[in-house]
C-alpha cells in the first residue's frame, strides 16, 4: 500500500531552517510527483511547491527564495527545507502524492515545525 | 494566486442535504476541470473525497458528490450523517502551473 512517513516535530529558532523529509513507499518512486503543503494552527491548507522524483520543482511565489525541495531516488524520499524562519512558519506541513494527474491522492501523516525563541 | 473562497462554515442535521461552495477566477476553477475537494477530520491529514470536479475515488460513498459552474465549484453532501463532520477543502490546478486551495469549511453536523 502507499505510504508518506514524514519525520518526527521539530523546533526552531527564529532566522534558523528547518528540513522536512518524506519517505515514500508502495508504488514506484519516479513516477509520481510530491506536493508539500502547510497548515498553521487553526488556519486552512497552503500549497508550498511540487517537485518529480528527477527534482524538478515549481515553487509558489509567497515561498521562493526560502524554500528548497529535493529528493533522493536512492532511498525514495523526499525533503523540503525553508530558510529564514518566522513564528508565522510554525505549522503543521504535509507531503502529498500527486496523482499523476491534478490532485493529491496520498498524504503523510504531517510534522509540526514550531518556530519560537 | 489568492485562496480560492469558501464559506467558513455550513451545518445539517442528520440526513439532510448541504452545498459547500468554492470560488475561484478564470485562472483556476474557471480554466480547467481540475478541481478535488477534501476532508479533514480534526487532528488527521487530509482526505481526497472527489478529484477532477466529480468523481469519486473508490471507497469514497456516493454520498459525496461534485459539480461546477463557470468560476465556482460546489461539493454536496446528501444524507449527513455524524462522521461527515469535519473540515472541507477546495483546490484547483491554476494557469500558473502551480495548485491552490481554498480557506476551507467547517462543516456540523447538528
Known amino acids: 500500500q502507499v505510504q508518506l512517513v514524514q519525520s518526527g516535530a521539530e523546533v526552531k529558532k527564529p532566522g534558523a531552517s528547518v528540513k522536512v523529509s518524506c519517505k515514500a513507499s508502495g508504488y514506484t518512486f519516479t513516477s509520481y510527483y510530491i506536493h508539500w503543503v502547510r497548515q498553521a494552527p487553526g488556519q486552512g491548507l497552503e500549497w508550498m511547491g511540487v517537485?518529480?522524483?528527477?527534482?524538478?520543482?515549481t515553487v509558489a511565489q509567497k515561498f521562493q527564495g526560502r524554500v528548497t525541495m529535493t529528493s533522493d531516488t536512492s532511498t525514495s524520499t523526499f525533503y523540503m527545507e525553508l530558510s529564514s524562519l518566522k513564528s508565522e512558519d510554525t505549522a503543521v506541513y504535509y507531503c502529498?502524492?500527486?496523482?499523476?494527474?491534478?490532485?493529491?491522492?496520498?498524504w503523510g501523516q504531517g510534522t509540526l515545525v514550531t518556530v519560537s525563541s | 494566486q489568492s485562496a480560492l473562497t469558501q464559506p467558513p462554515s455550513v451545518s445539517g442535521s442528520p440526513g439532510q442535504s448541504v452545498t459547500i461552495s468554492c470560488t475561484g477566477s478564470?485562472?483556476?476553477?474557471?480554466?480547467?476541470?481540475?478541481v478535488s475537494w477534501y476532508q479533514q477530520p480534526p487532528g488527521t491529514a487530509p482526505k481526497l473525497m472527489i478529484y477532477?470536479?466529480?468523481n469519486r475515488p473508490s471507497g469514497v460513498p456516493d454520498r459525496f458528490s461534485g459539480s461546477k459552474s463557470g468560476n465556482t465549484a460546489s461539493l454536496t453532501i446528501s444524507g449527513l450523517q455524524a462522521e461527515d463532520e469535519a473540515d472541507y477543502y477546495c483546490?484547483?490546478?491554476?494557469?500558473?502551473?502551480?495548485?491552490?486551495f481554498g480557506g476551507g469549511t467547517k462543516l456540523t453536523v447538528l
Open positions: 517537485i518529480n522524483p528527477s527534482g524538478g520543482t
Open positions: 502529498a502524492r500527486n496523482s499523476g494527474w491534478y490532485y493529491a491522492d496520498y
Open positions: 477532477e470536479v466529480s
Open positions: 478564470s485562472s483556476d476553477i474557471g480554466n480547467y476541470n481540475r
Open positions: 483546490s484547483s490546478y491554476t494557469t500558473s502551473r502551480t495548485w491552490v
